[in-house]
């Protein structure tokens, strides 16, 4: 059973920058599909940033292309999302994600899920 733990949110100035972290464990790590996914008070989650397998090729919403950054380290069975010039409208939970299929993680329905972490900016 995979678990997923994620880390780094905060409160933080818009134009700044914060690094979540999820530390992952019950699987083969490096053989899933990592994602990122967000909700924002009073809005559905939306997907933010994945990371795919095999290959190791990156997707991004288009509100966080050049601002986000997904990356892995499978030796440590962790995912990151660098975030850079942040803006209040990043304002929301963030939730880590994870499954075998990129398909699944790529249609906002991926099977493991983290609790989640608050990302708050403020202008």
């Known amino acids: 059973q995979v678990q997923l733990v994620e880390s780094g949110g905060g409160l933080v100035q818009a134009g700044g920058s914060l690094r979540l972290s999820c530390a992952a464990s019950?699987?083969?790590?490096?053989?899933?599909?990592l994602g990122w996914f967000r909700r924002a008070p009073g809005t559905e989650r939306e997907f933010v940033a994945a990371t795919l397998w095999p290959g190791g090729s990156t997707s991004y919403t288009d509100s966080v292309r050049g601002r986000f950054t997904i990356s892995r380290d499978g030796a440590q069975n962790t995912v990151y999302l660098q975030m850079n010039s942040l803006k209040p409208e990043d304002t929301a939970v963030y939730y880590c994600?994870?499954?075998?299929?990129?398909?699944?993680?790529?249609?906002?329905?991926?099977?493991?899920w983290g609790q989640g972490t608050q990302v708050t900016v403020s202008s």
């Open positions: 019950g699987g083969t790590f490096r053989r899933y599909a």
């Open positions: 994600a994870a499954d075998e299929s990129s398909s699944a993680v790529l249609r906002g329905t991926p099977r493991y």
